[in-house]
């Protein structure tokens, strides 16, 4: 299976410190997705790096995608107290009429302000 | 922004009974996604939908699940006669075409008593 695994599993810094959370997969992907879940909510896109990138960047997020190694990387700069939250990779595989989602474990991430 | 609405947001039912969890998907999108996670796993696919049919289904989806998209704005998950372990949150998620987000609800909460 696409098993994405995040690594850590849980994360505590300080406010305005950066925070980096890695994923790892098994097998091929067409795109890697991030996305944020405050506890008990939903899932709330960050960003979406195809397999044919290398890094991306949306205002604080920096993604990369290391196809060959299978892994990719979310760097948050300058956290604040509402980027506590639990953040999941999942990638995808497109099929035709379908690209369905394999989630990793997340991580948990706890900002103190 | 155009987001993914789902009712109700907590479904408390006995087991053994039926339940409809409902989406209304973002307007011009195409490809329709069900997910669930149980309280402390992750989250996982279970039916994807395109052209008015079912693309793809997990093993999770058995005889007792079904989807419908019965006009042009909604799509719900029905579960026939519900488990003890139906319990779960279950999102819905759509997106515009193959290789772009994924945007998803805020969720049912299901509780199966």
């Known amino acids: 299976s696409q098993q994405g695994e995040e690594d850590p599993q849980a994360l505590s810094i300080q406010e305005g410190e950066n925070a980096t959370m890695n994923c790892s997969y098994k097998t091929s992907i067409n795109n890697l997705q991030w996305y944020r879940q405050n506890s008990g909510r939903g899932l709330v896109h960050l960003i979406l790096i195809r397999s044919n990138e290398r890094e991306k960047h949306s205002g604080r997020l920096r993604v990369t995608l290391d196809t060959s190694k299978k892994s990719s990387s979310l760097l948050i700069t300058a956290s604040r107290a509402a980027d506590t939250a639990s953040y999941f990779c999942a990638t995808a595989l497109s099929n035709f009429g379908n690209e369905k989602l394999t989630f990793g474990t997340g991580t948990r991430l706890t900002i103190i302000p | 922004e155009p987001e993914v609405t789902q009712t109700p947001s907590h479904q408390v039912t006995q087991m053994g009974q039926e339940v409809i969890l409902r989406c209304v998907p973002i307007s011009n999108h195409l490809y329709f996604y069900w997910y669930r996670q149980i309280l402390g796993q992750k989250v996982e696919f279970l039916v994807s939908?395109?052209?008015?049919?079912?693309?793809?289904k997990s093993e999770i989806f058995d005889d007792q699940f079904s989807v419908e998209r019965p006009d042009g704005s909604n799509f719900t998950l029905k579960i026939r006669s519900t488990k003890l372990e139906d319990s779960a949150m279950y999102f819905c998620?759509?997106?515009?075409?193959?290789?772009?987000?994924?945007?998803f609800g805020d969720g049912t909460r299901l509780s199966i008593l």
């Open positions: 998620a759509s997106s515009w075409a193959l290789d772009q987000p994924q945007h």
């Open positions: 939908f395109y052209n008015n049919e079912i693309s793809e």
